[in-house]
C-alpha cells in the first residue's frame, strides 16, 4: 500500500474517545453516566443524518448541545445551564485513545488530516487539548460544505483541500457508516474496530479492518 | 381545521404497532424480545437515513432484513433461514393500534392515505392483514422515490398522489423525526405521542400533539 500518499482520520470515537465524557456525566448524574453518554451519542449522530436529509443544517456544536438536552429530557432529568455548559465542556477535551500519539507519530512522511463533523473551533480545541497541535496538515469540517457525513459532499472536501487524488488517500475510521461512506464515495478503507463489533449491514465493507490505530504504519509498509 | 381535505398516516408506529414483533422475537430468542426488536427498529431507520444520504438506496423488505441480520450478529444470536423468514412475516402482520379502525372510520368525508417508507408489497400486506382494506384511496411508498423519509421529495410524492394543495394535506405520525420532515416540507402535522415522549430537538415542532389516533376526529371539527 505504498501509494498511499495521505491518510485521512475521522475525530470522534476513532482518534478521541467520545465516551470519555462518561465521567463527566456520572459527575453530574451519578451512576447514569453510560446510559446518558449512550443517548447523547445516538442522538448526535441521528441528528446529523436528519437534518442533511431534511436539509436544515445546523452546526455540530449545535446539534450536540441540542442532543443532550433531548436526552436529558427524554430520561427526565433536571440540566441547568451550570450542567449544560460543563458538560458541552467536556466534549472539547476528549481523551485521545492510548495508541493515538505513538501511532501518528509512526506514520512520518505520510501527509495526516482529520476529516470531521465537529465544527473549526471544536476540532481545533480538542486537538490541542489532546496535545495533537501540528502533527495533521489539515483540520478539516465538514461545515465547508453544510452537509454531514455520509454525504459524499463531506469526503469530497478532504479531496480538494489535501490536494491529492481520491486514489492516493486512506480513510480511517472507527465508525462503521464513515467507513461506508468513504468507501462508496471512492477512498481505501480502514476501519478501526477496536471492541470487535460486527460490521453494519449496509451493502458495503471495509477494505481493511484493524484493532487499533496503532496497526496503520505496518499495514503502510507492505 | 375545516381547511383539511386529506390525512396522511405515516404507518409503522402509527396506525401499526412495531413492537408487536417483540413476542415473535421472544418465540425464537426467549427473553431477548424487547432488547432485539429495538435493536432491530433502531438499525432500521438508521439504515435508510443512511442509504439516502449515501445516494445507495434499497427497498424497505431489503432494509428490515438487513437490520434484522446485524442485530442478531451484533448480540451473537443464530438467525437461520428459518427464523429470519419467521421474523420477517411478523413485520407482514403487524398489529393495528387499538384505536385503529375507528379512528379512521370516524373521519369519513375526508381523503385518506399511507405514506410510507414501506415497500408497496408490504404496505398492501400489512393493510389487508390488519383489515383496513378499502379504508385508504392511496398506499403510498417512498419507493416510487427511492429516498426515505424525511427527505422532501418523499412527501412530495404524497402531494402529487392525492391531488390536493400542500395546505389541505394533514400529515398524521408518531416518529417525531417524520413529523418534524412533514412540517419542514410544509405540512399541518399531527404527532401522535402515545408515550408522553419528550420532543426531539430538531428545531421544529409539531402543530398538534395527540394521545391517540382516537383525538383526531374532534379535531377537525373544530
Known amino acids: 500500500m505504498k501509494s498511499i500518499k495521505g491518510f485521512v482520520f475521522d475525530a470522534y470515537g476513532t482518534l478521541f474517545d467520545v465516551h470519555s465524557v462518561i465521567m463527566a456525566v456520572d459527575r ?29 443544517y445546523k452546526d455540530f456544536w449545535t ?20 450542567a449544560r455548559a460543563e458538560l458541552m465542556q467536556a466534549y472539547l477535551s476528549l481523551t485521545a485513545f492510548p495508541e493515538t500519539k505513538k501511532a501518528l507519530g509512526a506514520l512520518s512522511g505520510i501527509r495526516l488530516a482529520i476529516l470531521s463533523n465537529g ?9 490541542n487539548n489532546a496535545g495533537l497541535e501540528g502533527i495533521f496538515s489539515h483540520l478539516i469540517s465538514v461545515d465547508g460544505v453544510r452537509i454531514y457525513k455520509p454525504s459524499a459532499a463531506a469526503y ?27 468507501k462508496v464515495f471512492g477512498f481505501r478503507t480502514f476501519w478501526i474496530n477496536r471492541s470487535d463489533a460486527a460490521p453494519e449491514e449496509l451493502g458495503v465493507m471495509p477494505d481493511t479492518t484493524l484493532k487499533s490505530l496503532a496497526d496503520l504504519a505496518a499495514i503502510i509498509k507492505s
Not at 35 to 54: D, P
Not at 119 to 127: D, K, N
Not at 163 to 176: K, P, R, T
Open 119 to 127: 465544527s473549526p473551533t471544536m476540532l481545533e480545541q480538542v486537538v
Open 156 to 182: 469530497q472536501l478532504a479531496v480538494r483541500k489535501m490536494g491529492l487524488e481520491i486514489s492516493e488517500i486512506g480513510f480511517v475510521s472507527s465508525n462503521f457508516f464513515d467507513v461506508a461512506g468513504a
Open 63 to 82: 446539534v450536540t448541545e441540542d442532543a443532550l438536552i433531548a436526552t436529558c429530557k427524554a430520561k427526565q432529568l433536571p440540566l441547568d445551564p451550570g
Open 28 to 56: 453530574r448524574f451519578p451512576g447514569q453516566g453510560a446510559e446518558v453518554s449512550n443517548g447523547w451519542r445516538t442522538r448526535q449522530l441521528e441528528y446529523t443524518w436528519l437534518l442533511s436529509l431534511m436539509n436544515r
